[in-house]
Each structure stands twice: as C-alpha cells, then as structure tokens.
C-alpha cells in the first residue's frame, strides 16, 4: 500500500474519530510540501544555484525555481532581482512520496534525534522543519556535493488549528518529542 492509500483508507477514519469531525470533506489534509534553500553565497559564487538545484531536483524528483531578491540590501551586498534561493513545491503523488522518505528514512537518520518539537507547528496546523545538512537524504552522494547546505521543508495542511495538524502529523507517523 503507498502512503496516499494509507492516509486515504486508514489516517482519514482514525482523525475522524479522534477529533470527531461528522464530515469527510472537513478531515484534515496535506495540501503541499515547500522545500526551500536559501542561498547567500550566491553572490560571491556564480556555481552555487546550479549545484543547489541539481542537488534539489535530486532530493526532490522534481525541478527547483530559483528565487531572487526583492528589495537591496547593501549590508550583504544584495541587489534586487539577485537569485538568492531555490525553492520546490510538491504537489500529487511526488509529495505523498517525499512525505513517506521523510517520514520513514531522513527524520529517523537523522543524529541524536529526540523527537519533533512541537513548537514546529503553526497556529494554522503547519509543520516547519530545518535540516542542517543536505547529506542526510540518500539521493545525495557525499563526494559530489561543493558544501554542506541547510534546508527547510514546509509541510503545508489545511487543518484549522494546530491541535488537527498536530493530530493528522502523529496519524501520518511524525515522530514528536514527548513533553515531561
């Protein structure tokens, strides 16, 4: 069974019956998964957006978009309409597919982990996750990568509150850290 299966047939009646939404239609649901990689060094080195998408469009099965600036920033030495990120949303299958790799592989290889905070979900049911490393998905060959590079994945749902986003993330099989 792939994971959308899973989160159709069995996910959907258990958040049901736990929060006790009557309709199926209102039972919270995975809208999107955003990954982001910000990008400064790309200022001073012209190579880094290209390694970030391949390595993006690696990890992701998917093109990245490259983001630019908005407005200057003279401190960092940013113009407007610098590439300065690479972003890739998820949509369908290929984000069921990502969610079940980082569910099921990435969060669990990640060191000394203890569990997700539940300070990474926002008001709205979100769950916000920053990875310090790119080396931790197993597309990724540690001797082709230039740097280590950060990233952030948004998982994106249509809970309405942060205890239904909290409630289908523990359904789904994200590990949360146990509060004392």
Known sequence: MNFKDYYNQEVKKKLMTDVKIANIIAVPKIVKIVINVGAGEAVTNKGAIDKIKDQLATITGQ??????ARV????????????IGVKVTLR?????DFLEKLIKIVIPGVRDFKGISEKNL???????????????????DFDKIDKIRGLEVTVVTNARSQVYGKKLFELLGIPFRKSL
């Open 63 to 68: 093109r990245p978009v490259v983001t630019k």
């Open 72 to 83: 200057s920033i003279s401190a960092f030495k940013i113009r407007k309409g610098l590439p």
């Open 122 to 140: 926002d008001q709205h049911g979100n769950l916000n996750l920053g990875f310090s490393e790119q080396t931790i998905f197993p597309e990724i």
């Open 92 to 96: 369908g299958k290929k984000m069921f």
